[in-house]
C-alpha cells in the first residue's frame, strides 16, 4: 500500500465510513493482505509445471483404460510455396487464390484443395492431447470443489447469505480460505500463461475475458476482504465444471457413449441451475442488494458488480451453445467434438474423412498404375527390340 498509495485509497475499495484501520484489529494471520496475491504467481508457475508432468506420465495411461486412440493423420506432400501462402495468408484458400496457386504451382484444382484439407488436419489437435487437457481440469475442479465444500459447509454463510455482511470489515479468515483463494487464483493465472498453447476453441476469447474477469473478481474481493461472497462465487463455479470435463474425457474414448451422454444430461441440468438460476438470484442478489443494508454504494461496489455481471453475461452466452446442443442432442444429430469442445475449428465431418481417405488412396492408386505403365511400356519396348534383333538376325542368315 505505501508503494502506490493513490491506487489504495480506502474510498476505492472500502464502503464510507470503514477505513483500513479498521481492518487491523483482526490477527495478521486472520485478515487479508493484498502483497499475498503475489503467493498467485509462483503457484501459477508451479500448476504449468505440474500439469506438464500430468499430461506426460499420467494423462496417457487413463486414456488408454477409456480407449482414448490417437487418430493417425496423412501428411500433405512438402510444397514450400504451398505452406508459405498456408502459414503467411490463409488456411482456406478462395477460388481466385486456389486458381492462383495451380498456376503457381503446377498442381490441379483437386491437388491444392486436398493438400489444404490436409495441412490443416495436420494442425488439428490429436484426441491424447484434447484427453489429457480435460482430465488435468477435471482433477483440479473436482479437487478444488471437494476441498471447497468442507471449508465451507460448516461456515454461517454458506446457509445465510447476511452472514456475508455480519460485522464487516472485522471477519476473521480462516487458513484453509486464504489457501482456498491462492489455489484458484494460482490456477486461473496457469491458464493464461498456457492460452497460446492450449487448444482454441470457438470461445476463445470469450474464455479469456472470463479468465481475467475471474481473477480481477478474486484480486478486488481478497485485498476488501470480501471473502465469504468469493468463497461461494468458487464454489459454484467449480460445481459444474466438474462435469464438463469428465463428460469430454468419456467423449474422447471408446464404448462410452452412453456415460458420455449421461454426464452431458447432468451437465446441462446442473449448468442451467447454477448459473442461470442460482448465480443470479443468490450471489449477485447478496452483492447488489443485501449488501446495501450494512453500507452505502461505493467505487468497489460498482466495480465488483460490474465484474459478477460480466460472468453472468459469459453464462448466457455458453448457455445459449448449450441449450443449441441439447437440440441437436434430442434430435440425434449432435457430434462428437461438437458437444465436448466447441472447437474454433471444426473437425471435418465424415464426408470429408472419406475424401481424404478417398484422395489418399487415389494418390497411391495412381503412382501404383503409372508405375504399372511404365513397366508395361519398357516390356514393350524390350520386345519390340527383342523382335527386331530376331529379325534382323533372320535377315542376315537369308543373306548369307
Known amino acids: ?79 514450400p510455396r504451398l ?32 493438400w489444404f484439407r490436409l495441412r490443416r488436419n495436420q494442425d488439428r489437435p490429436c484426441q491424447t492431447k484434447k484427453f489429457g487437457e480435460a482430465a488435468w481440469r477435471f482433477f483440479f475442479y473436482l479437487t478444488a470443489f471437494t476441498a471447497g465444500l468442507i471449508c465451507l459447509i460448516d461456515r454461517p454463510w454458506f446457509w ?22 491462492m489455489l484458484e487464483l494460482g490456477f486461473y493465472g496457469s491458464l493464461l500463461l498456457r492460452i497460446s498453447v492450449d487448444i482454441k476453441r470457438k470461445d476463445f476469447k470469450e474464455q479469456v475475458i472470463h479468465h481475467l474477469a475471474t481473477i480481477f473478481l478474486l484480486s478486488f474481493s481478497y485485498c476488501a476482504n470480501y471473502i465469504r461472497i468469493g468463497t461461494l462465487v468458487m464454489l459454484l463455479h467449480d460445481s459444474s465444471d466438474i462435469l464438463l470435463e469428465s463428460a469430454k474425457m468419456f467423449n474422447y474414448g471408446t464404448g462410452w457413449r452412453k456415460t458420455c451422454d449421461t454426464l452431458f444430461v447432468v451437465f446441462t441440468v446442473v449448468f442451467l441451475v447454477t448459473r442461470l438460476v442460482i448465480f443470479p438470484s443468490r450471489i449477485i442478489h447478496t452483492t447488489l442488494v443485501l449488501s446495501m443494508e450494512v453500507f452505502q454504494p ?103
Open 1 to 79: 500500500m505505501d508503494l502506490l498509495p493513490d491506487v489504495w485509497r480506502q474510498e476505492y475499495w472500502l464502503p464510507p465510513g470503514v477505513t483500513w484501520e479498521d481492518m487491523e484489529q483482526l490477527a495478521d494471520s486472520d485478515r487479508p493482505h493484498p502483497r499475498d496475491l503475489f503467493v498467485a504467481l509462483p503457484l501459477a508457475l508451479g500448476f504449468v509445471m505440474l500439469r506438464c508432468v500430468f499430461e506426460r506420465f499420467f494423462a496417457p495411461p487413463i486414456g488408454r483404460c477409456l480407449g482414448v486412440k490417437k487418430r493417425l493423420k496423412v501428411s500433405a506432400l512438402p510444397s
Open 83 to 114: 505452406e508459405s501462402f498456408y502459414t503467411q495468408q490463409s488456411r482456406q484458400p478462395s477460388q481466385s487464390e486456389i486458381v492462383s496457386l495451380m498456376m503457381l504451382c503446377g498442381k490441379t484444382q483437386r491437388q491444392i484443395v486436398t
Open 160 to 181: 445465510d447469505r447476511r452472514e456475508c455482511w455480519r460485522k464487516y470489515p472485522v471477519q476473521p479468515m480462516k487458513r484453509a480460505h486464504y489457501w482456498y483463494y
Open 298 to 400: 461505493f467505487v468497489g461496489y460498482y466495480f465488483f458488480n460490474i465484474l459478477l455481471m460480466v460472468l453472468q453475461a459469459l453464462h448466457v452466452f455458453w448457455a445459449g451453445l448449450i441449450l443449441r446442443m441439447v437440440y441437436k442432442f434430442l434430435k440425434g444429430k449432435l457430434d462428437k467434438d461438437e458437444r465436448s469442445d466447441e472447437e474454433s475449428e471444426v473437425e471435418e465431418d465424415k464426408g470429408e474423412e472419406s475424401a481424404d481417405q478417398e484422395d489418399y488412396c487415389w494418390e497411391r492408386s495412381k503412382d501404383a498404375l503409372n508405375s504399372k505403365l511404365s513397366m508395361l511400356t519398357n516390356s514393350c519396348v524390350l520386345n519390340n527390340l527383342t523382335n527386331h534383333r530376331a529379325s534382323v538376325t533372320d535377315r542376315m542368315r537369308k543373306a548369307q
